[in-house]
């Protein structure tokens, strides 16, 4: 890819979804600690969408699998209205594969150089859209 094609990994407003109070609250410190700012994190599939249509965040760090609903729904739900770059995390990345061929899915466990690489592959992929 062309450098100039690249997006700088930049601070963006994050929406973290994700239904593990813990997990969530290690995403946002991971991200802050990138600089990103943390717009909100929710728990459901329709907390999700609704936080989406409120903040609309530059970014969503999205669980896959929900208590109540699916990330996956959500963002299928999201990008009815537009586009949001966005990155799956899931214990089964197959399944994720399974429904969204393309998307971006990290495996839990990560490491936070590895959310920073699929932050910084999601928004050159993005680019390209």
Do not use: W
């Amino acid at each position: 890819m062309a450098e100039e094609a690249k997006v700088q990994l930049k601070a963006r407003r994050v929406l973290v979804v994700e239904d593990n109070a813990f997990i969530g609250a290690l995403y946002i410190d991971l991200l802050e600690d990138m600089g990103h700012a943390v717009c909100a994190m929710v728990a459901t599939e329709v907390e999700a969408v609704a936080a989406a249509a409120i903040y609309k965040p530059d970014l969503m760090i999205v669980d896959a699998a929900l208590g109540e609903g699916t990330g996956v729904s959500a963002v299928e739900e999201i990008l009815r209205t537009g586009f949001v770059p966005h990155i799956f995390v899931s214990g089964n990345i197959a399944s994720v594969r399974l429904v969204r061929p393309g998307a971006i899915v990290m495996q839990k466990p990560f490491r936070g150089q590895d959310l920073a690489r699929a932050i910084q592959s999601t928004l050159n992929a993005s680019v390209s859209l």
